[in-house]
């Protein structure tokens, strides 16, 4: 009877589990459904889960709709710009706020944590005037280089990752002889990896998903990202679903693999941030 009374609230916390996993993922399911769906399946009533006539054509639709390909080089193009520059400024920030002693550290480092609990909505049109008082508005560099100047987000989980480094291992290189930027590059990098490919995923994923900035900043149709060429699926006599819903889960597929090929050290990464 012992036995069987502990295994029962396992039972209703797996059940309480399956529930939520099953509520995250319906509007996926749905999703995929969709695209293989023909106008008549979409509106069918009562409405089916599956299609009765599975179609592919939904995702050649996708491609003509809008240039899918030339939004998909520029999306590319921006995630890879934006995560270099993340994983090269973060980690130079995060290590001078944890392992190199100054005065002022800890009042850099609360200013730092401070602007993460500014909406980026206040910012936003201060923010546009400087960008377009400079001329770059219409332009890729108000996207690409905040990446390069720091995100406070990052800068806070890399310096959190970085409190769990020993001293006593950086102190030992440097009675050896190595100079700081040595010690950096050579000892404190590699140790970073993990952290470094988190800040990388999330990166990528905030930059692919972006809606926002692209739509302020872009105004060339031939530079938008896929983001917005979604919007071209939209038109006053209607929605094409099917294709719709093909061009989403094109647009969704690239986040999920980049995500899935770097959980390891994505859980890792966010796991050892907050030990010490």
């Known amino acids: ?34 695209s293989f769906k023909s106008p008549q399946d979409v509106f069918a009533f009562p409405p089916r889960l599956l299609p009765q006539h599975w179609v592919s054509d ?19 193009w921006l995630c890879a710009v934006t995560m270099a520059g993340s994983v090269l400024s973060c980690p130079l920030v995060a290590y001078a706020l944890s392992k190199l002693r100054w005065r002022g550290r800890g009042v850099v480092f609360f200013l730092v944590v401070a ?27 108000p996207l690409v280089v905040p990446s390069f100047l720091g995100t406070p987000f990052f800068i806070f989980l890399l310096r959190q990752f970085l409190m769990n480094v020993p001293d006593e291992l950086l102190e030992a290189a440097r009675i050896d002889g190595a100079s700081e930027f040595a010690i950096y590059w050579r000892l404190v990098l590699p140790l ?12 990528f994923v905030w930059t692919w998903t972006d809606f926002l900035s692209p739509l302020i900043y872009l ?32 647009f969704a597929a690239p986040a999920l693999v980049i995500f899935v090929l770097g959980q390891r050290y994505f859980v890792d990464g966010i796991a050892t941030s907050g030990l010490k």
């Open 1 to 34: 009877m012992a036995s069987v009374s502990a295994v029962r609230p396992a039972v209703r916390g797996y059940t309480g589990l399956a529930i939520m996993a099953t509520a995250f993922l319906l509007p996926f399911v749905v999703m995929v459904a969709t």
């Open 58 to 76: 939904n995702y050649a639709e996708a491609t003509r709709v809008m240039p899918f390909w030339r939004y998909l080089l520029n999306t590319v």
């Open 115 to 141: 602007t993460m609990m500014l909406p980026p909505q206040v910012t936003l049109i201060p923010v546009y005037l400087v960008w377009n008082k400079l001329g770059l508005a219409g332009t890729y560099w």
């Open 192 to 203: 970073t990896r993990p952290a470094l490919i988190t800040v990388a995923v999330f990166q």
């Open 219 to 250: 105004n060339d149709t031939s530079q938008y990202t896929l983001s917005i060429g979604l919007y071209n699926f939209f038109s006053e006599h209607g929605v094409a679903w099917g294709p719709l819903m093909a061009a989403c889960l094109m």
